[in-house]
Nanobody, 115 residues
Framework: QVQLVESGGGLVQPGGSLRLSCAAS????????MNWYRQAPGKERELVAS???????NYADSVKGRFAISRDNAKNTLYLQMNNPRPDDTAVYYC?????????WGQGTQVNVSS
């Protein structure tokens, strides 16, 4: 059974930095595509960044140049480095793992960007 546990959320000032982590259990982390999604109040969940098992990376246009996704397969951990966050980055951030038809989600971590 796969479990995903996010951590690192909280309050950050605009222009600051924050790093989110997602610890995964199970044996398929290294062969899965890992994603960060977010959902702001009243809005649909949106894809923020993704990284394949081979290391290919994609970002939403809104975070390009500010956020960085990375993974440590030895630690079964996914990261999202948030640099220069803006108030409109405020949302619950979710970790997602996909492999074939398997699709797993974490419980989410709240990020508030405010001065």
């Amino acid at each position: 059974q796969v479990q995903l546990v996010e951590s690192g959320g909280g309050l950050v000032q605009p222009g600051g930095s924050l790093r989110l982590s997602c610890a995964a259990s199970g044996y398929i982390f290294s062969i899965s595509t890992m994603n960060w999604y977010r959902q702001a109040p009243g809005k649909e969940r949106e894809l923020v960044a993704s990284i394949t098992s081979g290391g290919s990376i994609n970002y939403a246009d809104s975070v390009k140049g500010r956020f960085a996704i990375s993974r440590d397969n030895a630690k079964n951990t996914l990261y999202l480095q948030m640099n220069n966050p803006r108030p409109d980055d405020t949302a619950v951030y979710y970790c997602n793992m996909r492999y074939g038809l398997m699709d797993y989600w974490g419980q989410g971590t709240q990020v508030n960007v405010s001065s």
